[in-house]
C-alpha cells in the first residue's frame, strides 16, 4: 500500500525567504502526488500535482514541487515566502491499483513571520 | 453549485446518537471518497465509491459506519451510536473517474463533535 511521510510538523519561515516542505513517499507502484494546502476553516485546496510527466512541477502561487524517484521524495518549494501561504500543507499519494484513493501525510503547519 | 457540498457543516451529537452526513458531489464525477479528519491530522480514507457501487470500504473504523451513493449522485455517510472518538471532520471528494491522477476536489467537511 502507499503511503507519505512530512518529514516537518512545523515550519517556520520569513517573509521574503525560501520555503521548503519536505516529503518522501512510499508506492508499489507508480504513484500520483500531490501537494494540498488547507486554510483555517477553508476546504482543501490542490496546490500541484505528479503524474508521471516532467518531474518538475508548477503549481499555483509560486510553489514548485520536484519528483525524484530515486530518493522517493516529492518535496515542496517557493523561493520567496508571503504572508498568505501560512497554512496546512499536506502531500498525498494515490495509484490507480487502488482506486485512486489518496493517502495523505501528517501534514506540515507552515508559519509565515512578518 | 460548482463544487463539492456537505451538509450539515456542523453536527454535535449526544453519544450514542445516529447521525447522518450528506455530500453532493459535483455533477458528472463518477468517483466519490469520504475521509475522517482528527484534529491536527491529516485526512483519512473511509471508502470509495465508483457511481452507485462501493467498490472499497476498507478504512471503515467499525461496522458503526455505513455508507451508501444509491443513485450514483448523492452520498450519505452514517454513523450509529456514536462514540467520542467519533469526533471529527468529514471530508467528501469526487473526481471525474478512476484515472491515473485524477485530481479529487472536496468540499468543505462537516465538524461532528460527540459530547
Known amino acids: 500500500a502507499q503511503s507519505v511521510t512530512q518529514l516537518d510538523s512545523h515550519v517556520s519561515v520569513s517573509e521574503g525567504t525560501p520555503v521548503l516542505l519536505r516529503c518522501n513517499y512510499s508506492?508499489?507502484?507508480?504513484?500520483?502526488l500531490f501537494w494540498y494546502v488547507q486554510h483555517p476553516n477553508k476546504g482543501l485546496q490542490l496546490l500541484l500535482k505528479?503524474?508521471?510527466?516532467?518531474?518538475l512541477v508548477k503549481g499555483i502561487n509560486g510553489f514548485e514541487a520536484e519528483f525524484k524517484k530515486s530518493e522517493t521524495s516529492f518535496h515542496l518549494t517557493k523561493p520567496s515566502a508571503h504572508m498568505s501561504d501560512a497554512a496546512e500543507y499536506f502531500c498525498?499519494?494515490?495509484?490507480?491499483?487502488?482506486?485512486?484513493?489518496?493517502?495523505f501525510g501528517a501534514g506540515t503547519r507552515l508559519t509565515v513571520k512578518p | 453549485g460548482a463544487g463539492v457540498s456537505q451538509s450539515p457543516r456542523y453536527k454535535v451529537a449526544k453519544r450514542g446518537q445516529d447521525v447522518a452526513l450528506r455530500c453532493d458531489p459535483i455533477?458528472?464525477?463518477?468517483?466519490l471518497f469520504w475521509y475522517q479528519q482528527a484534529l491536527g491530522q491529516g485526512p483519512e480514507f473511509l471508502t470509495y465509491?465508483?457511481?452507485?457501487?462501493?467498490?472499497?470500504k476498507s478504512g471503515l473504523p467499525s461496522d458503526r459506519f455505513f455508507a451508501e451513493r444509491p443513485e450514483g449522485s448523492v452520498s450519505t455517510l452514517k454513523i450509529q451510536r456514536t462514540q467520542q472518538e467519533d469526533s471529527a471532520v468529514y471530508l467528501c471528494?469526487?473526481?471525474?473517474?478512476?484515472?491515473?491522477?485524477?485530481?479529487?476536489?472536496f468540499g468543505p467537511g462537516t465538524r461532528l463533535t460527540v459530547l
Open positions: 471528494a469526487s473526481s471525474p473517474g478512476p484515472f491515473q491522477g485524477n485530481e479529487q476536489f
Open positions: 508506492s508499489s507502484y507508480s504513484p500520483s
Open positions: 505528479y503524474t508521471s510527466a516532467a518531474t
Open positions: 498525498v499519494v494515490s495509484d490507480l491499483r487502488n482506486n485512486n484513493d489518496m493517502r
Open positions: 455533477s458528472g464525477h463518477v468517483s
Open positions: 465509491f465508483q457511481n452507485e457501487a462501493q467498490l472499497d
